[in-house]
């Protein structure tokens, strides 16, 4: 009862329609896997819905377990429905077609005089039902003729409804056991994959071996082009490829649009950002030295985003006491000039220009930062020490702020006190590295779900029957030529005419007999 | 002519094909009133001119911009018109001869463009870098020209699909109103859908039938008429939408490095095709056919709709950047 009530079609429509509804939901409410901040807000802004919507699973619909339930429901309600019809189907195809008791019962039926006997009259409309593409039987070369025509139609249907299996199948393969994360590579710096150099940027499927590939990515340059509008025109990541086996390097352009591969990987160019040069010192030792990932502060309403400075923070842990810094980037200093007299974002920083960095030291114990992040520091449990600000190619000290340049700086290295040098700048671009191995099954059953759904929706099944009896005294015969489509009526009713009209001329196919043209033998 | 020129020439034709499409309407809905020939003719040369003028505005636009002309929202309404309209006169006017339905195509059509040109309106600009793949013509294109159809078959015909049944109902209540059911056999059995209103109003003789039935007044073309009509553009339109989809998925790949992530576009061009999915699985299920499966139609036309205004503008999504 279940089972029967499972595979009508009446179920699957309205699955189908459910799952549409569902998907509603899915698209108005925001979805935790595309936008996590919005769902941590409305947590804060209204926590009971919040928890309710969590709870029935609708902050992430398309993963809950009642949207995996209504598709796995329409997948066997649709095997259950498919099994028998593909059953069916190759009996019908393995059938011969069969002939039929009473010809002028049908839809379409005609009488044609012909000059041959029946055996022959009826060869001859098996050889034209032949040249047609119809399925032809002519049981012990007798005067009945039986053909079909048409079974594309359920093929086509079913190989339609069969493939969405395989996109599940491509789905469970592909992401199952594949794997995408994020890769932070500076300019001028390389990159293995590896599962640590992720820094937790990585998702893995449920049967992922843990086979990741070390292949080095080193980023030569990158490299954003903007027009005068501010929009952009490119972004491209310039790297230098190497397998994990240790095969030749390959230099690649990674761009939107246009992914970079090694080793099975695809990268995509998903982010990128400034990465300033620090260098602190204490006296002369080095104490920290090199690029430091910075991120874009959050964009206000209807400020470009090119606009707005960026913030990074630096911790230098083996100081006594330790200490950190927490910066502001602007990018152009004649940005932050207007931005210090308007107190608006206004310019945008298309480039790097005369760059300067606003800091705030701090020190006291780095392990009591809560919620670290590698671009902000949590104050909470430090004290303040300072500020100021350093332009590119400048040191200040740490000490007490003032710009070390000449003598002043010579002095500063030969004591102990502790400086801050901006070398430099430079980008690091964000990389999307993804694996995904049921790729090539997707396409198959996108291209199979295309194939299959022209001739489920265009063609049509149709049979004819032809029965050559013998004409009273003539020693010729009439053919009777019975038929119906069971789809597309109306076109099936001028192919029954043509085949009628070639098979009167009884030399079928060598021009068209005007006078016999529009002659027409209509339904009953 | 250069770049401002082009842009001129694209603004001045879309003017020029929406006040053309405008006055084409009004005859259209005068001929549907009072059937005067001379009005339908006119109505349907100015619709043709008015398509032609919105073709030149469309590859000005092109021209102007230097790229494809459907990279933001009020390029693709454009094109949306105007491959409706051009549907419409291929399908509906030309190869069914039907000609009383131009007027509520001309109004989506002007709708189309003025939202378009009041809300949606931005100058020639490049592509931003994430639109500016090959893919923009592949998958655009069948989107757009599977969205005409749809709106063609599944909000126009269907809707009136719906009237026309209504009003058959409601005549075949009545007896002596005679014709409803007759002109419901004519439409079932007649060779092509040539039995729609090219003929006079009054008492039509059935096309060869042994005894000539008076055919009902009728305002609009028979239900069954209007059915088959719709079903066979949305049955055309099912396979371009799916390539769309699957174009979609493979351009996503391409730039996102995934072929599906439930993006509110994704999502509501899936809802599209399952409802429609769904309508042509309604048909050949018994106590679905007819009204229900029009009224899931017109809900995959209102979802359509929803894709189209609703996801690009409001909700926040990777496909809002080819926004307004």
């Known amino acids: 009862m279940v089972w029967r009530s499972l595979r009508s079609m009446r179920t699957a429509l309205i699955l189908l329609l459910v799952i549409a509804l569902a998907s509603v939901a899915g698209s108005f409410i925001p979805q935790r896997p595309n936008s996590p901040l919005r769902i941590a807000q409305d947590f804060r802004e209204h926590p009971l819905r919040s928890r309710i919507f969590d709870a029935l699973g609708l902050f992430d619909v398309f993963g809950s377990w009642w949207f995996t339930l209504l598709y796995v429901l329409l997948l066997v309600s649709l095997g259950a429905c498919l099994f028998p019809r593909t059953r069916a189907l190759i009996r019908n195809a393995r059938a011969r077609p069969q002939p039929a008791r009473e010809l002028d019962g049908f839809r379409h039926f005609a009488e044609i005089p012909a000059g041959e006997p029946p055996a022959a009259a009826a060869r001859r409309a098996q050889d034209l039902l032949r040249r047609r593409w119809f399925r032809v039987n002519r049981p012990e070369g007798g005067a009945e003729v039986a053909a079909d025509k048409g079974l594309a139609r359920e093929a086509g249907s079913l190989l339609f409804h069969w493939s969405f299996f395989l996109v599940m199948i491509g789905i ?3 992401k199952g056991t594949g794997f ?30 843990g086979d990741h590939t070390g292949a080095r990515i080193c980023v030569d340059d990158f490299e954003d082009t903007y027009r005068q509008s501010g929009i952009p025109m490119d972004f491209v990541t310039r790297a230098t490829l190497t397998s994990g086996d240790g095969g030749d390097p390959t230099t690649q352009e990674i761009r939107l649009n246009d992914p970079g591969s090694v080793d099975g990987l695809n990268l995509y160019q998903f982010a990128f950002g400034w990465a300033p040069e620090l260098r602190v010192r204490l006296g002369e030792r080095v104490i920290a030295e090199g690029p430091v990932q910075f991120e874009r502060d959050p964009v206000p309403e209807g400020v470009s985003e090119l606009a707005v400075p ?21 990018p152009s200093a004649a940005a932050f000039v207007t931005f210090r007299q308007t107190l608006r974002p206004g310019v945008m920083m298309t480039e790097a220009e005369s760059p300067i960095l606003i800091y705030e030291a701090f020190e006291g114990d780095l ?17 303040a020490a300072g500020d100021g600000v350093i332009g ?18 010579r002095r500063a290295l030969e004591g102990d006190e502790l400086t801050m040098s901006f070398t430099g700048i430079r980008q690091y671009t964000v990389l999307q590295v993804t694996r995904d191995r049921g790729l090539w099954i997707m396409l198959a059953a996108a291209i199979l779900i295309l194939v299959g ?10 049979r004819v029957w032809v029965r050559a009896e013998p004409a009273s005294g003539t020693g010729g015969s009439v053919l009777k030529v019975g038929g119906f489509a069971l789809q597309r009526t109306t076109q099936f009713s001028e192919e029954f005419d043509r085949l009628v009209r070639d098979l009167r001329r009884g030399t079928p196919d060598r021009g068209v007999d005007p006078d016999r043209a529009d002659e027409r033998v209509g339904a009953p | 002519v250069s770049l401002e020129g082009w842009a001129r020439i694209s603004n001045d034709a879309f003017n020029v094909a929406l006040f053309g499409y405008l006055a084409a309407m009004v005859g259209y809905f005068h001929y549907l009133a009072f059937r005067r020939e001379a009005v339908w003719r006119v109505a349907s040369t100015v619709t043709w001119l008015a398509l032609g003028a919105q073709i030149v505005s469309i590859v000005a636009r092109g021209l102007a911009a230097e790229r494809v002309p459907w990279g933001n929202l009020y390029e693709y309404s454009s094109m949306l018109a105007a491959l409706t309209v051009a549907s419409y006169l291929v399908i509906v006017e030309w190869r069914a001869k039907i000609r009383t339905l131009g007027g509520f195509v001309l109004a989506f059509a002007v709708l189309t463009m003025a939202v378009a040109v009041s809300f949606l309106y931005v100058g020639p600009a490049p592509l931003v870098p994430a639109l500016n793949s090959y893919w923009i013509r592949i998958h655009v294109v069948a989107a757009i020209v599977g969205s005409a159809l749809l709106a063609l078959g599944g909000g126009v015909l269907t809707s009136l699909y719906l009237v026309a049944d209504r009003r058959e109902r409601a005549g075949k209540a009545v007896p002596p109103i005679a014709g409803g059911a007759a002109g419901l056999d004519a439409g079932l059995d007649a060779g092509e859908v040539t039995d729609g209103d090219d003929a006079p109003p009054d008492l039509v003789p059935d096309e060869g039938g042994p005894d000539p039935v008076p055919r009902r007044r009728g305002v609009l073309p028979a239900a069954a008429t209007l059915d088959r009509l719709a079903y066979r553009t949305i049955a055309f339109a099912f396979p371009i939408w799916t390539f769309a989809v699957i174009a979609g998925a493979i351009w996503a790949q391409e730039a996102w490095g995934r072929y599906w992530g439930w993006d509110p576009k994704e999502t509501w061009s899936f809802i599209v095709w399952v409802v429609y999915a769904g309508y042509l699985h309604a048909r050949s299920t018994a106590g679905w056919r007819g009204r229900r499966a029009a009224v899931i139609a017109l809900i995959g036309f209102a979802a359509l709709m929803v894709n189209y205004y609703v996801v690009n503008t409001v909700v926040d999504g990777l496909h809002s950047y080819s926004g307004v």
């Open chain 1, 172 to 174: 469970l393969v592909g």
């Open chain 1, 392 to 409: 590119e190619g400048q040191t200040i000290s740490l000490e007490d702020g003032r710009t070390l340049e000449g003598a002043a700086l």
């Open chain 1, 453 to 462: 759904l022209l001739p489920a929706l265009y063609t049509s099944r149709r």
């Open chain 1, 180 to 209: 995408s994360g994020f890769a932070v590579i500076t300019e001028g710096q390389c990159w293995v994959e590896a599962e640590a150099n992720y820094d937790g940027n990585l998702r893995v499927g449920r049967y992922f071996g």
């Open chain 1, 367 to 383: 392990a009591s930062e809560l919620r670290p992040s590698f671009s902000e520091l949590d104050t909470r449990g430090l004290r």
């Open chain 1, 310 to 330: 960026w913030h990074g923070a630096l911790r230098l842990p083996t100081l006594q006491p330790q200490r950190a810094l927490q910066f502001s980037l602007w």
